[in-house]
């Protein structure tokens, strides 16, 4: 068994910052990427930010320059830095890891976490 736990979101005015981060927890033998998406009303979700084992990222052009994900390997944490918050961020945020569980490490399962609302007032 294998879970996600984001913390940190929350209500903060435009222009604020926030950190969100996200554990994983369980028989995990190893993770490869894991990343941050983000789903507004009516909108599909799309991707935030990602970051490979070796700490190579990728960011939605949308918050490039203003988010900054990283990560810790040995806590098995992904951590969303957000700055200059606008009001369009506004969203549930929800974290993702592809996981190498132990006893079936040829494959590589998607998680997902519950997910954890972001709201930029203007």
């Known amino acids: 068994q294998v879970q996600l736990v984001e913390s940190g979101g929350g209500l903060v005015q435009a222009g604020g910052s926030l950190r969100l981060s996200c554990a994983a927890s369980?028989?995990?033998?190893?993770?490869?990427?894991m990343g941050w998406y983000r789903q507004a009303p009516g909108k599909q979700r799309e991707l935030v930010a990602a970051?490979?084992?070796?700490?190579?990222?990728n960011y939605a052009d949308s918050v490039k320059g203003r988010f900054t994900i990283s990560r810790d390997n040995a806590k098995n944490t992904v951590y969303l830095q957000m700055n200059s918050l606008k009001p369009e961020d506004t969203a549930v945020y929800y974290c993702?890891?592809?996981?190498?569980?132990?006893?079936?490490?040829?494959?590589?399962?998607?998680?997902w976490g519950q997910g954890t609302q972001v709201t930029v007032s203007s």
């Open positions: 993702n890891a592809d996981i190498r569980r132990y006893g079936s490490t040829s494959y590589v399962y998607a998680y």
């Open positions: 970051i490979t084992s070796g700490g190579s990222t």
């Open positions: 369980g028989s995990i033998f190893s993770i490869n990427a």
